[in-house]
């Protein structure tokens, strides 16, 4: 199984971006998926999730009604799409995935794709 993040960047504060991760190996709609972020000096903390039950979603505080995270079954595709973005959303962005149900621990996810670069500055 391998997982690749990609679009990443530099944006300016108020800007969008829109994260892909992609799947070999398994079906993302038959697993929950994580975001993740590490913003330079700081630990890995979770950004947003994906239920495998239902597709139900939830993100953290900091980032909810700015984030959103789906699936596309037919591309086997999840996305970050991340809107009035923040300097302190600045950090190193991973998808996971894993045959757990749904959790904002990174510890129980099985898969995790090499992190792209996200840098809000102006």
């Known amino acids: 199984v391998q997982l690749q993040a990609s679009g990443g960047g530099l944006v300016q504060p108020g800007g969008s971006l829109r994260l892909s991760c992609t799947a070999s190996?398994?079906?993302?709609?038959?697993?929950?998926i994580g975001w993740f972020r590490q913003a330079p000096g700081k630990e890995r903390e979770w950004v947003s999730c994906?239920?495998?039950?239902?597709?139900?979603?939830y993100s953290a505080d900091s980032v909810k009604s700015r984030f959103t995270i789906s699936r596309d079954n037919a591309e086997n595709t999840v996305y970050l799409q991340m809107n009035s973005l923040k300097p302190e959303d600045t950090a190193v962005y991973y998808c996971?995935?894993?045959?757990?149900?749904?959790?904002?621990?990174?510890?129980?996810?099985?898969?995790w794709g090499q992190g792209t670069l996200v840098t809000v500055s102006s």
């Open positions: 996971a995935t894993g045959s757990l149900m749904l959790s904002l621990l990174e510890g129980e996810y099985d898969y």
């Open positions: 994906m239920s495998r039950a239902d597709g139900s979603t």
């Open positions: 190996g398994l079906r993302f709609e038959y697993y929950a």
